[in-house]
């Protein structure tokens, strides 16, 4: 995107800076790509010359550019482009959806899917025999919603050699019928096995799988996101910032396997420019809930004899191995922990790092801490731990997940509410494809804590409602801080970046129930607009 070096005048709507000083201000100027003035609209004239691009709000909503804080952008751009099971309801239904996308389908391979078994009218998993007949010969893999669980066919199967006998490996599970066969339904590390397969796309289908991402993001009034980065994807994006065609801002995270290459080469956290930044590390610790492979304190209660997974990487010591040279490098390291010792655990490497290692501002993230321990909350505001969230799981999880953990345990779940209540940090974001970009629908659930399909359960809510500050906060300026950025952005006042998101209504004076009808109007990127409803 390229710079446009004309000043603009925002004005004539509700403007929420997010400071703390004033909340509010009548009118914003910007130079370049950087904000230069917001308060009145009388001192804003004197900020003005007669080539100024005057842009009425027409008593609209403007308020920091959202940030996203975990998004897979190429992941997200092959599933736009991919099968959309994520409204079946039925085997009939999954079969019917398949089916249709067939013939539209591109590539040598069926690949996308975002089913869940818990919106089927039976709860069960599929298995190979729903796809086999239509699906032939063609290699198909079907992710569950949550990427920890995925449907294989039986050619895909073939492909990556799993048959009767397959060992199963650390980290995963693969599911075998009562005759020694392979049902087709694969667990975290067994995907792995079936993915190594799968061709990888080429460089100018990375490049539109990221543009059609941001081009969504931009949509929903995101300017910046955090990505769970592949090292095949950053030339793209140095290919992609250098061109110009970056419409949101990117942080990128690599697998903490190449924190030796980091070192090596001297980069260090928040490394590069304002449209594409490095210096973060991600790992897995653990599985997710839908697929039984959260890590647990306790069995699951619908699967009594499994307390779930800890990834090779975390049980080997690996992990903390990695963890402890990246943070000594001031290398920022976010670690994806679904389940209560999952988090415990993490939480542990990091007190330990934290004693061995010098101190200096290391802002370690866990990457959902969806379910905790009472005694591990405090925990975080004591380490400095950044607990980055997806309340649009809750919305999605909400009105199965205690038939997984019982009602007790979910008294435990995604505590927003306590998290923030005791000093720690918290930022949002989608885990796009897994659900919605739509940080509008994130906040609602994080201030409502309503469910998909299900009326609102009390053993979800208790003390963990949040208020509306908060939860735009969490997309802004908590944001922001979890990837170094909060002198740059996150929140509207001079010297910052011209970050803007317009809504057609002011979310603090929106009844909670009519926030899913808010829509975005407007998104600014460096002050260019780069969406327009």
């Not at 920022?332 to 200096?360: C, F, M, Y």
């Not at 409602?465 to 509207?492: R, S, V």
Request: hydrophobic content about 35%.
């Amino acid at each position: 995107m390229k710079t446009d070096r004309r000043t603009r005048l925002f004005f004539n709507g509700t403007i929420y800076t997010g400071c703390k000083t004033t909340q509010f201000c009548e009118a914003v100027v910007t130079c370049d790509e950087h904000i230069v003035y917001a308060g009145t609209l009388q001192e804003a004239k004197r900020h003005v010359s007669p080539k100024t691009i005057h842009i009425d709000l027409d008593g609209a909503f403007m308020l920091p550019g959202f940030i996203d804080s975990h998004i897979h952008l190429v992941w997200g751009g092959e599933y736009l482009q991919s099968v959309n099971l994520s409204t079946a309801n039925s085997r009939e239904d999954f079969i019917s959806k398949l089916k249709s996308f067939i013939p539209q389908k591109t590539g040598k391979w069926i690949l996308g899917g975002n089913w869940n078994q818990f919106n089927f009218d039976k709860l069960q998993l599929p298995d190979k025999s729903w796809i086999d007949d239509i699906t032939g010969s063609i290699p198909t893999l079907l992710h569950r919603m949550d990427y920890h669980i995925a449907l294989a066919n039986s050619a895909a199967l073939a492909i990556a050699g799993i048959k009767k006998g397959t060992p199963i490996p650390e980290g995963g599970d693969i599911l075998f019928d009562s005759n020694g066969e392979p049902t087709g339904i694969l667990k975290d590390a067994a995907i792995d096995i079936v993915t190594a397969h799968v061709p990888k796309p080429g460089t100018q289908q990375m490049k539109q799988y990221i543009k059609s991402t941001l081009t969504e993001a931009n949509k929903y009034g995101i300017t910046s996101v955090h990505d769970i980065s592949a090292p095949e994807h950053i030339p793209v994006l140095k290919d992609l910032e250098r061109k110009g065609h970056l419409t949101c801002r990117v942080y990128s995270r690599l697998p903490i396997e190449q924190h030796q290459d980091f070192i090596n080469i001297g980069i260090t956290r928040n490394f590069g420019k304002d449209y594409l930044k490095l210096g973060s590390l991600k790992a897995f610790a653990d599985g997710s809930l839908g697929a039984g492979t959260a890590w647990m304190f306790e069995h699951f209660t619908d699967e009594p004899g499994n307390a779930g997974v800890a990834m090779e990487i975390m049980s080997s010591g690996k992990l903390a191995e990695y963890i402890t040279r990246a943070d000594a490098h001031h290398l920022q390291v976010s670690i994806h922990a679904i389940g209560d010792k999952a988090n415990h655990e993490v939480l542990n490497i990091l007190e330990r790092t934290s004693k061995q290692n010098k101190p200096w501002d290391r802002r370690f993230r866990v990457e959902h801490a969806q379910h905790l321990h009472p005694d591990d909350v405090a925990r975080f505001g004591v380490l400095g731990a950044i607990a980055s969230m997806q309340p649009l799981h809750l919305h999605e999880d909400g009105g199965w997940m205690h038939s997984r953990i019982g009602v007790d345990r979910c008294k435990g779940a995604y505590m927003f509410g306590s998290l923030i209540g005791s000093g720690a940090r918290v930022c949002f974001g989608s885990d796009f494809p897994i659900v919605s970009l739509d940080p509008i629908a994130g906040i609602y659930s994080a201030v409502t804590r309503k469910v998909k399909n299900s009326s609102p359960r009390a053993e979800h809510a208790g003390g963990e409602l949040i208020t509306m500050q908060d939860a735009i906060d969490c997309y802004t300026k908590n944001a922001a801080y979890a990837a170094f950025e909060e002198n740059c952005k996150g929140t509207i006042e001079p010297g910052k970046l011209a970050d803007f998101a317009v809504l057609d209504r002011n979310l603090f004076l929106t009844d909670y129930d009519e926030l899913p009808k808010i829509k975005v109007l407007k998104t600014f990127v460096g002050a260019k607009e780069v969406y327009h409803s």
